[in-house]
């Protein structure tokens, strides 16, 4: 099940955002440096722009935020929870509340670590891009 996430569940997908990210070794300096990071922008609540994916056992899965330009901004999966298709789920959620809000493509900035993912969504790589923690990728859906 997906819902919209409330202002009530900030507190979990920030322990949520923090425990998804920690799996990179290599990114865990750039997330000690800067724990502020982790969690939703509480615009991004106030205005339903944030969904969560809800388990088996109630308890929240994953979670992903698309901005009012169409970009998807967050997207974070339990590390234990991961490679089961909530990830593909959250995104498909995401796609179809963009084009419903008018929006003709998505875009999302990602690691190239995740590029196979988001690949298979139907993204495919525009340009690289920078981020605070290092080089990235720009890609782009058709919506």
Excluded at 72 to 88: A, T, W
Excluded at 104 to 110: D, E, I, L, P, S
Aim: net charge negative; glycine share 8%; proline share 4%.
């Amino acid at each position: 099940m997906i819902r919209t996430a409330t202002l009530a569940d900030a507190d979990a997908l920030r322990d949520l955002h923090r425990r998804s990210s920690y799996i990179w070794e290599e990114d865990r300096p750039h997330f000690d440096a800067h724990p502020d990071i982790f969690g939703v922008d509480p615009a991004a609540l106030a205005e339903g722009r944030t969904r969560i994916a809800i388990g088996d056992d109630g308890a929240i899965a994953g979670f992903a935020t698309v901005t009012g330009a169409g970009e998807l901004e967050d997207l974070f999966v339990e590390p234990e929870l991961m490679r089961r298709g909530i990830g593909s789920e959250l995104v498909a959620d995401a796609v179809a509340r963009a084009a419903a809000a008018g929006h003709a493509r998505m875009t999302v900035v990602a690691a190239e670590r995740t590029r196979r993912f988001y690949e298979r969504a139907g993204f495919v790589v525009e340009s690289e891009a920078r981020t605070r923690f290092g080089p990235a990728l720009h890609l782009a859906r058709p919506l």
